[in-house]
């Protein structure tokens, strides 16, 4: 009997390994897939990389900034188009800050990296009042750091590591603190009109960047500046949103889904919308007077496989 033989007995079915480590190597296989279709489908919903972009990604220690450098570099051997990424970092000065592992783990990787030290931690300290939120003054002096960066690196697209519940937050704390609907847009011109800010993980959750975290075994760095501000509001609204999400699953994605479905007629902007010129038209218009959509809520994104036709599968 030969191995080609016909009438041979077929071999016995492969069985899946099973048990706790062969479930936990699916899980974060699921996991990876995940991240990669979901930083795929953003980018390409949103134009934000192109042939010939040089996109500095900003890398802070934290969970989310080493989560998009990780995926984005998964992305870059399977895209259709070059593109480079350029790894910065912000030494901001802050006391017991570990300079040494944020350039030992890039030096690790082998990819092209930059540390700008700065001390913003002393301007800021000496600007804000002892409890009050330092946020807003940091944020500005590290921006301007970053466009600077970012001209001398010559790079044209600047990625932050932003996610879809830091969106959300920004939309809430924006209506609830400053009286307006706006959120934190996925791609944008930067203030001096220099550069296009990329923000890739816009479709990702919170909880899946935390798992990667923990499987890809990240050095995290705390941030003592404005982490351990215990009153934020930022920190009250993903508080918020984390109950709900517990609460009422399937809350925040329909909340994020909302910010991809606007109907500035159903809304109050006079800007957006002409309600002084409206007049009847004698025309039947199926959501001209429909206040509650029905339950069944839009899809995301528009089908299709992401990054312009290539799959992004985990290897």
């Known amino acids: 009997m030969t191995l080609m033989d016909p009438l041979a007995a077929p071999p016995p079915p492969e069985t899946e390994p099973s048990g706790p480590a062969a479930r936990a190597r699916r899980e974060t296989h699921k996991l990876e897939k995940r991240l990669c279709r979901l930083v795929g489908q953003a980018i390409m919903d949103f134009a934000m990389i192109e042939p010939?972009?040089?996109?500095?990604?900003?890398?802070?220690?934290g969970k989310d900034s080493y989560g998009l450098l990780d995926i984005l570099l998964k992305l870059q051997q399977r895209a259709p188009v070059p593109f480079e990424l350029v790894a910065v970092n912000l030494d901001q000065k802050q006391p017991g800050f570990p300079a040494d592992v944020l350039p030992a783990y890039l030096q690790s990787l082998g990819i092209e990296h930059h540390v700008e030290t700065q001390d913003t931690y002393s301007i800021v300290k000496s600007k804000i009042p002892e409890g009050k939120t330092t946020c807003?003054?940091?944020?500005?002096?590290?921006?301007?750091?970053?466009y600077r960066v970012a001209r001398e690196l010559r790079c044209n697209k600047i990625a932050l590591g932003h996610h879809r519940d830091d969106m959300l937050q920004t939309l809430l704390l924006n209506m609830f603190f400053g009286a307006r609907?706006?959120?934190?847009?996925?791609?944008?011109?930067?203030?001096?009109?220099?550069?296009?800010?990329?923000?890739?993980?816009?479709?990702?959750?919170?909880?899946?960047?935390?798992?990667?975290a923990e499987h890809r075994r990240f050095p995290i760095i705390p941030c003592n500046l404005c982490g351990s501000q215990p009153n934020l509001q930022r920190k009250q609204i993903g508080d918020l949103l984390r109950d709900w999400e517990k609460r009422y699953p399937g809350r925040v994605e329909n909340?994020?889904?909302?910010?991809?479905?606007?109907?500035?007629?159903?809304?109050?902007?006079?800007?957006?919308?002409?309600?002084?010129?409206?007049?009847?038209?004698?025309?039947?218009?199926?959501?001209?007077?429909?206040?509650?959509?029905?339950?069944?809520?839009?899809?995301?994104?528009?089908a299709g496989q992401p990054f312009r036709g290539v799959a992004v599968v985990a290897s």
């Open 52 to 61: 010939g972009d040089r996109v500095m990604v900003c890398l802070s220690g």
């Open 181 to 212: 609907l706006k959120g934190m847009p996925p791609k944008l011109v930067t203030d001096n009109g220099e550069f296009i800010v990329i923000r890739p993980l816009a479709y990702v959750p919170e909880r899946d960047l935390a798992a990667w």
């Open 255 to 302: 909340m994020f889904n909302a910010m991809t479905h606007v109907v500035p007629s159903h809304l109050m902007d006079q800007r957006l919308y002409g309600f002084k010129s409206l007049q009847a038209t004698g025309v039947p218009d199926a959501d001209g007077d429909t206040v509650f959509d029905g339950e069944d809520a839009p899809a995301l994104t528009p």
């Open 136 to 146: 807003s003054l940091c944020s500005r002096l590290r921006r301007g750091v970053l």
